[in-house]
């Protein structure tokens, strides 16, 4: 339905800031739910952030709330995830992942999935 591709990651130092970019081609992605996971090695996927198609609903995960910033621009096809004040636990491979439903925590709703991208933050 649609093809995603993440940017942005990279190596940091704690404290500092990352910018996440998941650009979309295909199907009209700005009528879609998008999502940012991330997957630490030995863990379980888990969600980070999720915006409405309309963004006026935003979702975040208690442990990056404060810290983490999602967006989008429709008119570019792409989200954001802004990342300020990293810690060493957020090091993950970070997805980005696009939804027909709003349900924002609920993995199994993301049908279509970009290949990820490394952020590593070093203590």
């Known amino acids: 339905q649609v093809q995603l591709v993440e940017s942005g990651g990279g190596l940091v130092q704690a404290g500092g800031s990352l910018r996440l970019a998941c650009a979309a081609s295909?199907?009209?992605?700005?009528?879609?739910?998008a999502g940012w996971f991330r997957q630490a090695p030995g863990k379980e996927r888990e969600v980070v952030s999720s915006?409405?198609?309309?963004?006026?609903?935003?979702y975040y995960a208690d442990s990056v709330k404060g810290r983490f910033t999602m967006s989008r621009d429709n008119a570019k096809n792409t989200v954001y995830l802004q990342m300020n004040m990293l810690k060493p636990e957020d090091t993950a491979i970070y997805y980005c992942?696009?939804?027909?439903?709003?349900?924002?925590?609920?993995?199994?709703?993301?049908?279509?999935w970009g290949q990820g991208t490394q952020v590593t933050v070093s203590s």
């Open positions: 992942a696009a939804s027909s439903v709003w349900r924002p925590t609920t993995m199994e709703a993301y049908r279509s």
């Open positions: 295909g199907r009209t992605f700005s009528t879609y739910t």
């Open positions: 915006i409405r198609w309309s963004g006026d609903a935003i």
